[in-house]
């Protein structure tokens, strides 16, 4: 999919049309004799290089919503278009390959693999998405923990680095993939206030490469550091603001 | 994830639960030591076995002797006389399906005297058959003859061992006269040694056990035996053997009847075939393969469920892991195969340590084996039956596996996310 070979986290191809539009999209869970709806006909097109941060309380339908971007989850109903393909209704093996090449998770719990050092946790991710050898994805995998600046904790495990590092880590895994969009959810949720502002401005270079950054959050502090703020409630879009 | 990646992750997590996988192992261990040392035990009693069958003649011979009267009979003990040369020329006139006879007379354990040197063994009177049908061979000179029954000459054959003690060094027996109660007999030939295996340094030379009776002793012709030492026709033992091995079942009744009509209706004879003693043997290898590969059966079983358990335990310690690869672009086939990957390391290095442990029991059962029988035959696993314990522990190990790796495999990625 990607058109470039170079070492350059540029977000992917077709940057004439939106990385994704979300059409009347919904997603129902029957609970019981009860429906949920967690989404309840969500519109919403994302352009390429977009730092969009979705806010809500809890329930608001905002996890929902990074899931099925994320491709971690199928919709129930609307139409989903990902650069430019319609993929509101991919079989699972599909939807891993979108994830495994299209997409990058930043999680709270940054959730690196404990018995894999940091080089291996970058590595992962081109493993399973096939595209490149051994010393290719290796390669990669350095350039981008340089680019997060641990390259001195290449070969350290997730459990010798602070919390603030886990994270950094997590993002270059995230990046190395050269992904259309990063999906983050509450990535400074579990870090305190210096390293959420280091890790901020890490994110926020990342577009200056063109890479598109959805941040889930909670906190309006960290949302007001995206260019783009959505506040859901109860399944639907309340507020789509641009700054 | 490639092969590589996937058995080097498998390493991985076995070396961060040492315990834990050699525990799961135990009983893969356990199986593949108990399977291959049954089949290697099994299969090298039956190959000693052979060869003892062998020694004796193989399973054309058949071996009849004195036996006490059934109950019906025992009133007429006073007649029983047991076997005699009659009873040899009756069955050489009336069993056409007997090729070779071969009459014993033991003379007894005599003192064997030449000029110089003496040595204490058993003599015993034979017929020329005695060679084929114990399927002996000679080293040098010849075998007692037709001729010297009927002359009952004073000539002697000797066994290899007692050849060697009576003429150490390169010195040639034959020709040479010695002494037996005093009379002299001629040297006429030397028995070829038989080695029935076992240990090397033992078996060759005839020293222990089995071999050393065997290549001990001193052969006159039976008639002289009869004449110069038991001054009876009672025979110490009638061996014949049948040209083919399949003429036995008829071989039998046939001298069975004749017997009958010379013993005047007394059953006081017995026949024993080394058939009817291989067939016991492979009573007793089957006993043992059963006994032995249920053993192995059950370990393995329990094995698999070792392998199982600890299979799942760490699948639920590791939801949260599984999570993150499919979050990452793992496929539902890339977990089925790590997991797969990790029971096959398990089971794989299972049957390594259960291939050192069968070592450890062959070792331990041949050196039993040694201190009781001397000349017993020494067990060594075969390549094959490695391999193919290996390749069984690692089949066991997969199959528990595969429903392990499918609940990984379908787990849901959001779920195991949040999963705590």
């Given at each position: 999919m990607t058109d470039s070979r170079s070492i350059s986290f540029a977000a992917g191809p077709r940057e004439s049309v939106p990385l994704a539009v979300l059409r009347d999209v919904r997603k129902t869970y029957v609970m019981g004799d009860e429906q949920v709806h967690a989404l309840d006909g969500v519109n919403l097109t994302i352009d390429h290089g977009d730092f969009l941060a979705i806010l809500g309380p809890s329930g608001s339908g905002k996890s929902t919503m990074m899931h099925i971007l994320g491709f971690m989850d199928k919709a129930t109903g609307g139409e989903i278009i990902f650069e430019g393909e319609d993929v509101s209704r991919i079989s699972a093996a599909r939807r891993a390959w979108y994830r495994a090449n299209r997409v990058g998770f930043i999680f709270q719990a940054f959730n690196l693999l404990p018995r894999l050092s940091v080089l291996e946790n970058v590595i992962l991710p081109m493993r399973y998405s096939r595209e490149c050898d051994m010393r290719e994805a290796t390669a990669r995998a350095e350039h981008?923990?340089?680019?997060?600046?641990?390259?001195?904790?290449?070969?350290?495990?997730?459990?010798?680095?602070s919390g603030g590092e886990r994270q950094r880590v997590a993002i270059a895994r995230s990046m190395v993939n050269r992904p259309g969009i990063i999906l983050a959810d509450e990535p400074t949720g579990n870090l305190d206030s210096k390293n959420v502002g280091r890790i901020l401005e890490l994110l926020e270079s990342l577009l200056v490469e063109g890479l598109t950054v959805i941040m889930v959050t909670h906190d309006?502090?960290?949302?007001?550091?995206?260019?783009?703020?959505?506040?859901?409630?109860?399944?639907?879009?309340?507020?789509?603001?641009?700054? | 994830m490639n092969f590589f990646a996937a058995i080097n992750n498998g390493l991985r997590e076995l070396w961060a639960n040492k315990v834990r996988s050699l525990l799961s192992m135990s009983g893969i261990i356990l199986g593949v030591a108990a399977l291959i040392a049954m089949v290697t035990v099994v299969q090298s009693m039956m190959g000693g076995f052979r060869k003892f069958v062998e020694l004796?003649?193989?399973?054309?011979?058949?071996?009849?002797?004195?036996?006490?009267?059934?109950?019906?009979?025992?009133?007429?003990?006073?007649?029983?006389?047991?076997?005699?040369?009659?009873?040899?020329?009756?069955?050489?006139?009336?069993?056409?399906?007997?090729?070779?006879?071969?009459?014993?007379?033991?003379?007894?354990?005599?003192?064997?005297?030449?000029?110089?040197?003496?040595?204490?063994?058993?003599?015993?009177?034979?017929?020329?058959?005695?060679?084929?049908?114990?399927?002996?061979?000679?080293?040098?000179?010849?075998?007692?003859?037709?001729?010297?029954?009927?002359?009952?000459?004073?000539?002697?054959?000797?066994?290899?061992?007692?050849?060697?003690?009576?003429?150490?060094?390169?010195?040639?027996?034959?020709?040479?006269?010695?002494?037996?109660?005093?009379?002299?007999?001629?040297?006429?030939?030397?028995?070829?040694?038989?080695?029935?295996?076992?240990?090397?340094?033992?078996?060759?030379?005839?020293?222990?056990?089995?071999?050393?009776?065997?290549?001990n002793g001193v052969y006159i012709p039976l008639d002289t035996a009869i004449s110069r030492f038991t001054g009876n026709e009672v025979l110490s033992a009638l061996n014949v053997s049948v040209g083919r091995a399949e003429d036995i079942l008829h071989a039998v009744p046939q001298i069975e009847n004749i017997l009958l009509q010379t013993h005047d209706g007394l059953q006081d004879f017995r026949l024993e075939t080394n058939e009817a003693m291989l067939a016991d043997f492979q009573k007793t290898e089957a006993s043992f393969t059963y006994s032995l590969g249920g053993v192995a059966g059950i370990s393995l079983f329990v094995?698999?469920?070792?392998?199982?358990?600890?299979?799942?335990?760490?699948?639920?310690?590791?939801?949260?892991?599984?999570?993150?690869?499919?979050?990452?672009?793992?496929?539902?086939?890339?977990?089925?195969?790590?997991?797969?990957?990790?029971?096959?390391?398990?089971?794989?290095?299972?049957?390594?340590?259960?291939?050192?442990?069968?070592?450890?029991?062959?070792?331990?059962?041949?050196?039993?084996?040694?201190?009781?029988?001397?000349?017993?035959?020494?067990?060594?696993?075969?390549?094959?039956?490695?391999?193919?314990?290996?390749?069984?522990?690692?089949?066991?190990?997969?199959?528990?596996?595969?429903?392990?790796?499918?609940?990984?495999?379908?787990?849901?990625?959001?779920?195991?996310?949040?999963?705590?």
């Open positions: 981008a923990i340089e680019r997060v600046g641990m390259t001195h904790r290449l070969h350290h495990r997730p459990s010798q680095l309006l502090g960290v949302a007001e550091h995206a260019r783009r703020v959505i506040a859901m409630r109860d399944g639907k879009i309340q507020e789509d603001r641009r700054r | 004796r003649g193989g399973i054309e011979k058949i071996q009849i002797s004195k036996d006490d009267l059934p109950k019906e009979q025992e009133h007429l003990a006073g007649l029983s006389v047991g076997i005699t040369v009659r009873d040899m020329k009756a069955i050489r006139v009336g069993a056409p399906l007997v090729r070779y006879i071969s009459p014993e007379i033991r003379a007894g354990w005599e003192q064997i005297t030449l000029p110089g040197r003496q040595v204490n063994t058993v003599v015993t009177g034979v017929g020329p058959d005695w060679v084929p049908v114990n399927k002996r061979e000679l080293a040098r000179g010849r075998f007692i003859a037709d001729l010297d029954l009927l002359q009952k000459t004073c000539v002697a054959v000797l066994g290899a061992y007692t050849a060697e003690v009576l003429f150490p060094g390169n010195e040639e027996p034959v020709g040479k006269k010695l002494k037996i109660r005093g009379t002299t007999f001629t040297i006429v030939g030397v028995l070829a040694p038989v080695d029935p295996g076992g240990p090397p340094g033992r078996g060759s030379s005839g020293r222990g056990g089995i071999s050393r009776w065997m290549n094995g698999a469920i070792g392998i199982m358990n600890v299979m799942l335990a760490s699948i639920n310690e590791r939801i949260r892991e599984i999570g993150v690869r499919k979050a990452i672009g793992a496929r539902g086939s890339d977990i089925f195969f790590q997991f797969l990957a990790e029971a096959g390391v398990i089971s794989f290095l299972g049957g390594v340590l259960g291939l050192g442990v069968s070592f450890g029991i062959i070792l331990a059962m041949n050196s039993i084996l040694a201190a009781s029988i001397p000349d017993a035959t020494t067990a060594t696993v075969k390549p094959v039956i490695m391999l193919a314990g290996l390749l069984f522990s690692m089949g066991v190990g997969l199959l528990a596996g595969i429903y392990p790796a499918i609940r990984a495999a379908k787990l849901d990625p959001i779920e195991a996310l949040r999963y705590e």
